[in-house]
Structures are given as C-alpha cells and as structure tokens.
C-alpha cells in the first residue's frame, strides 16, 4: 500500500446526507483545511487506502454500514489518522467505550454547533501531528541506535585491531631493538679482530661515554647518539692498512705527511659506513667530528667550539682520555690541560664529573658551568686561562656574578675545574 505524502490539514468526511456533507465540507475549508468528502463508506475507504488523512470524521448512521465500524477499518488502515465520530442515537456508555479501545478520537452530538466542530478537529488534527512526529522521533531513534550499535561493534573492533597492531609494533621495535644491539656487537668484533688495541679502546670509550649519557645536561636524543657513536667511532679505521694503524697507535709522532693525511680521513669513513643506516645520519656526525678540536686546529673540517655537535665534545673527551695512554691521575691532568683547547671546556667538567676519576675533599663537589647556582659557596677560586684571579675562593655566587663568569667562558673559555662547597 502506497500513501501520497502526509499532510496534517487533508481531512476525509463521511456522511450518506449530501447537505449535511456539503456544509461540513464548507465549514472546514473556509478554515483553510483540504477536505476530502464521501457519502459512500466503500468509497470512503479505497481513498483510505491511498491516500493519508490527519482526520477520519464519520456520521454514524449509515446504510452500508455504522460509523464505528467504518471508523474501525479505518483504524485498520491509518492507525494515527484521528477518528471523529458524529451520533445522535448512541448511547454514552457505547460512545465512552469506543474512545477508551482507542477506536474513535472525539465524538460530535448532532446537531453539532460550529465552534465545537472547529475546536474539536483543530485537536484532531494537533493529535495526529504530535503522533506522527513521536513516530518519527522513535523510528529515527531506533535507527540511530543500530547505526550507534554497529559503530560502537566497528569501533570495538578497531580497537582491537589497533591493539593487535600495537604489540606486533613492539614485538617488531624489540626485534629491531635486539638486531641493531646484535649488529653493534658485530661491528665492535669486527674492529677487535682488525685490531685488539682498538677493541680495548673502543670498550673503554663505551664505558665512560655510558656514564656521561646518563647525564640530565644532555638531551634524550643526543644521549642516545653518544652511546652508538662510542661503539662505532673506531669502524672508519678498518678501512686503512693495518701497518698504519699499528704505527698510529704505537707512536702518531713517528707518520710522515702521506701517513698523516691518511690517517685523517678515517671519521669520514667511519661516517660513511654509519650512514648506510638511515636512521644513524646523527651518529655518523658524531662521528665525523670527534676528532674536531675547540680552538679549530682538528680534522676533517676545522670546526670549532659550538660548531661542534654535542656528541662529539663529549665523545673526543672520551677518547682523548683513553688514547693518551697516562696512567690515570696524568691523562687526567692531560684531559684538564687541553680543555678549552682540543675539548670542549663544559664536555670537559661533566667528563669529570660524570666518571668520577677524581677524589675530591668531602664537603666538595665538582659541577659543570652550566650547574652554577645562585647561593653556591666556590670552594676553589676561578681564574682566567692568563691567571688572573676573577672570583675569589669562599664567595657566594649570585645570579650577577654567575651571568658575567658565562659570559667571560664564552669570550675566553675557562679550562679549570669548577669546585664548590656542598
């Protein structure tokens, strides 16, 4: 069964007497309703079955059959079309019973008066729109609620897909994790078996740069960088010949010009190895530059101070104090007497502090410049790298005294040690 659209004014009149019919219809229509008008039930109920009312008004005596069983098809038909009964004869019981079973919606006493009419099909008409927009309202409801149903299932079961992603990603990142320590194993073998000397270097190198990573001066990233660098700093060197390594470990002042010239190009090799790894283009910077010295006077390309990446500071540190070949406290005086000249002098201090190579006088600690606080009690006076006396021993810092001490280590670094009171 197809309805035409609804519209809440399309009214049907049933009523076998034509006069009372036409002013009926009359009536209404000058109040702006359309008015659909019968005076066959049979009729009346083929344009029930295609077309959609608001409003069923029925009189109730009629030949074919009653009003209340013509209301009653209707119902049938059109279960939120209002039904309006019109009766002289019924009784009240008969009448209140069919609106209680919901079969008609208001009934009219003939003969009706106007006003009652109008009032009586202007709520019939009210009612049928409130009952069709409640209709609506549920159907769009429950409609949502299965779309809402089927989301939250589609959701759900992303959720889930995203969870079996996640720990395939961490199960694929701990593999990776596994391979790239297993690969950096395989490359410190490799330099080991090329050169015991290096190996024992390279794992002493590892060991000092580990603790200076642990460092809160240092950021994530660079920290991380630092650590690979240290294992791989070594690898360019495999690429010259052995003899010359040999000759270079045992006493680099002995390499004539050629020698020299090969040897220097070792960080650039070893960069080159590192970088055939994508995601270690920082390491192989680290690497290229550990042999660059703060006064501009290292190799491959003459930087100097900040221009130098913070991993290699720390990392040429390492290895200046590993390759002097000096018993500890003179490699250490050696670290100390070039700070500020082939090291970095901050790489310098947190070297010193982070590998705890010195015994310093209880009461006293070592701190990099950078740690500087204002209320701090120098146990130790500075000095600039001339010997003039710039803060005495036993002065509280302030945040003055701390800003010039910065700026006179970035116009002319200071190569001592910072000691204060704890």
Known sequence: MRFSEPRSSNILVLDDDDIVLLAMKETLEREGYQVTAFTSPNEAIKAVETNRFSTIISDHRM?????????????????????????????????????????????????????????TVENAVQRYAL???????????????????????ALEEKVRQLQEQTLMLDEANQALERNFKHSLEICFRLIEAFHPILGQ????????????????????REAEVLKVASWLYNLGRIGLPRDLVSKSLKDAQSLDESEETLLRHYPVYGQTLASFVENLNEVGLAIRYHRERFDGLGYPD???????????????????????????????????????????????????????????????????????EPGMVLAKGIYSPSGLLLIPEDKRLTGGIISKIKEHDFANPLTQRLMVFR
């Open 63 to 119: 030949p074919e059959m009653t009003g209340l069983e013509f209301l009653d098809l209707c119902k049938q038909k059109q279960p939120n079309a209002s039904r309006i009964l019109i009766t002289g004869v019924l009784t009240l019981n008969t009448v209140v019973e069919a609106v209680n079973k919901g079969e008609i919606f208001r009934f009219l006493a003939k003969p009706w008066i106007r006003e009652e009419l109008l009032a």
């Open 302 to 372: 003459q930087l100097s101070r900040e221009s130098i990446p913070v991993p290699a500071r720390h990392l040429a540190v390492a290895i200046g104090f590993v390759e002097c070949n000096l018993p500890r406290d003179q490699a250490l005086e050696f670290i100390i007497r070039e700070s500020g000249r082939a090291y970095h002098p901050e790489a310098v201090r947190l070297f010193m502090k982070s590998s705890n190579l010195t015994n310093l006088p209880k009461k006293v600690r070592e701190i990099t410049l950078a740690e500087l």
């Open 131 to 153: 009952v069709e927009t409640n209709e609506k309202l549920q159907a769009d409801t429950l409609d949502l609620n299965e779309k809402l149903v089927a989301s939250n299932t």
């Open 201 to 220: 270097q390279t794992k002493s190198v590892v060991s000092i740069c580990s603790e200076i990573a642990k460092s809160e001066l240092l950021e994530p």
